[in-house]
């Protein structure tokens, strides 16, 4: 087959799905409960298309189908089907480096299901957000009567002789642990957002590589995956952000903080990983024996649990003084 009717069975296959999928979405909505599933043979598709007009010819095609259908199956199929997928196979062939490919595929997934959020606030009266603030809410109320219940069976029962002044503080420390909880999962919703997006771009990413390379379409350079580095004016940024969120009026306003504690969660989920890194760099270029090796990995998969902080600082100082830096350069 020449490689000019490849593309064009390409294309056709490619918009073919892209209609059953939107005549799909319109009776079965909870299809696209597996956009990322779904995503990766179109990721496939756009990756042997070498043309611009395919996914165009598909966003007319849900735009149809939102008029004659269901609109909300037609913004659900662009903003996080054929847009993201789109933009991920034509960066998998045109780029090199995987963290850049999962990073813009991750963002290009959390600012479709941003507009898909304004859309079903201002198109169909839907406020999702406020419905994920309100099932917080209602998890702190269940899990602080849970808690209550159990204070309460403890007091109750003689034969167990418990220090009622010590229940009584574990049962006050168990209520402040789950208030906060429930405020930060309700403060970082955006940031926590994003890293799902991010891990979900990611899975995709190297599934579709994968099936890429097993196919012999290309040869995809996994390494890159271990060499990513930050500029150093990246923890700079973090330590002025985080400065700006200690003062005072800053941390008064409610916008701001918000702001600035997602910004500072997203950059500590980013030197976590460099900090991840930089173990595995020093664990495959040590000279120390294997024996060693083997205790030091332990010990640090025991630390990814006891104490992630650590590798956050470890990461913060591999992004300003580039400690990995022989290895990137090979």
Same mark, same amino acid.
């Given at each position: 087959?020449?490689?000019?009717?490849?593309?064009?069975?390409?294309?056709?296959?490619?918009?073919?799905?892209?209609?059953?999928?939107?005549?799909?979405?319109?009776?079965?909505?909870?299809?696209?409960?597996?956009?990322?599933?779904?995503?990766?043979?179109?990721?496939?598709?756009?990756?042997?298309?070498?043309?611009?007009?395919?996914?165009?010819?598909?966003?007319?095609?849900?735009?149809?189908?939102?008029?004659?259908? !269901?609109?909300?199956?037609?913004?659900?199929?662009?903003?996080?089907? /054929?847009?993201?997928?789109?933009?991920?196979?034509?960066?998998?062939?045109?780029?090199?480096?995987?963290?850049?490919?999962?990073?813009?595929?991750?963002?290009?997934?959390?600012?479709?299901?941003?507009?898909?959020?304004?859309?079903?606030?201002?198109?169909?009266?839907?406020?999702?957000?406020?419905?994920?603030?309100?099932?917080?809410?209602?998890?702190?109320?269940?899990?602080?009567?849970?808690?209550?219940?159990?204070?309460?069976?403890?007091?109750?029962?003689?034969?167990?002789?418990?220090?009622?002044?010590?229940?009584?503080?574990?049962?006050?420390?168990?209520?402040?642990?789950?208030?906060?909880?429930?405020?930060?999962?309700?403060?970082?919703?955006?940031?926590?957002?994003?890293?799902?997006?991010?891990?979900?771009?990611?899975?995709?990413?190297?599934?579709?590589?994968?099936?890429?390379?097993?196919?012999?379409?290309?040869?995809? !350079?996994?390494?890159?995956?271990?060499?990513?580095?930050?500029?150093?004016?990246?923890?700079?940024?973090? /330590?002025?952000?985080?400065?700006?969120?200690?003062?005072?009026?800053?941390?008064?306003?409610?916008?701001?903080?918000?702001? /600035?504690?997602?910004?500072?969660?997203?950059?500590?989920?980013?030197?976590?990983?460099?900090?991840?890194?930089?173990?595995?760099?020093?664990?495959?270029?040590?000279?120390?024996?294997?024996?060693?090796?083997?205790?030091?990995?332990?010990?640090?998969?025991?630390?990814?649990?006891?104490?992630?902080?650590?590798?956050?600082?470890?990461?913060?100082?591999?992004?300003?003084? !580039?400690?990995?830096?022989?290895?990137?350069?090979?």
């Amino acid at each position: 087959m020449s490689k000019k009717n490849s593309n064009i069975g390409w294309s056709i296959t490619f918009i073919s799905l892209c209609t059953i999928l939107g005549i799909a979405g319109i009776y079965l909505p909870f299809l696209y409960i597996l956009f990322p599933l779904i995503g990766i043979p179109l990721i496939l598709g756009i990756y042997k298309i070498e043309n611009h007009w395919t996914w165009l010819v598909s966003i007319g095609i849900a735009f149809l189908i939102g008029l004659l259908g !269901n609109s909300i199956s037609s913004v659900l199929l662009i903003l996080l089907i /054929i847009l993201p997928t789109a933009l991920s196979g034509w960066q998998i062939r045109q780029e090199e480096s995987l963290p850049r490919v999962i990073i813009i595929t991750g963002l290009a997934y959390f600012v479709g299901f941003f507009l898909f959020f304004f859309y079903m606030k201002w198109g169909q009266g839907v406020d999702i957000p406020s419905l994920y603030y309100s099932a917080v809410q209602k998890w702190e109320i269940w899990f602080l009567k849970v808690i209550e219940e159990q204070q309460a069976l403890l007091a109750s029962n003689t034969r167990l002789a418990l220090d009622q002044d010590l229940l009584l503080q574990s049962y006050g420390i168990m209520r402040m642990a789950t208030k906060e909880a429930a405020y930060q999962f309700q403060i970082l919703f955006p940031s926590l957002f994003f890293i799902i997006c991010i891990i979900t771009s990611a899975i995709v990413v190297l599934i579709s590589t994968l099936v890429i390379q097993a196919m012999g379409w290309k040869e995809i !350079n996994f390494t890159t995956l271990t060499k990513m580095k930050v500029s150093p004016g990246i923890p700079i940024l973090l /330590i002025c952000t985080w400065l700006l969120g200690s003062i005072p009026t800053i941390a008064n306003q409610w916008i701001l903080d918000t702001a /600035i504690s997602n910004l500072i969660f997203v950059f500590s989920i980013l030197f976590f990983y460099l900090g991840v890194l930089l173990v595995i760099y020093i664990m495959s270029n040590s000279k120390m024996k294997m024996v060693f090796k083997i205790l030091l990995g332990i010990m640090s998969v025991m630390w990814l649990f006891l104490s992630p902080s650590f590798f956050v600082f470890l990461g913060f100082f591999d992004g300003l003084f !580039n400690m990995r830096k022989d290895k990137l350069e090979s």
